[in-house]
């Protein structure tokens, strides 16, 4: 069982910035970054592979975000700019050693961590 720990979340004003982290126990291909707004859906916002490196990101978050890695460290990070009050949600941390593949489907992955919130005010 991988247990994911994320970190970072806050309150900041539009356009502003944070950095999300979220450190792996396990093993893991693939990490990502989902979040849910109230009475939304969990969307997938970015997603990174450990070995490879390979990105995906939501076109919402194309521009804004980063996401990276420290494979060493298993740890995945999501660097967030330009903040805007549609990105307020929770964000969850998520991970799976299914494939090689990293995208943002989140039923692709049976790991998640316990999320932090994310408020961006106008």
């Known amino acids: 069982q991988v247990q994911l720990v994320e970190s970072g979340g806050g309150s900041v004003q539009t356009g502003g910035s944070l950095k999300l982290s979220c450190v792996a126990s396990?093993?893991?291909?693939?990490m990502g970054w989902f979040r849910q707004a109230p009475g939304k859906e969990r969307e997938g916002v970015a997603s990174i592979s450990r070995y490879t490196g390979d990105t995906y990101y939501a076109n919402s978050v194309k521009g804004r975000f980063t996401i990276s890695r420290d494979s060493a460290k298993n740890t995945v990070y999501l660097q967030m700019n330009s903040l805007k009050p549609e990105d307020t949600a929770m964000y969850y941390c998520a991970a799976h050693d299914r494939s090689w593949y990293c995208g943002g489907a989140a039923s692709d992955y049976p790991n998640w961590g316990q999320g932090t919130q994310v408020t961006v005010s106008s």
């Open positions: 396990g093993a893991i291909l693939c």
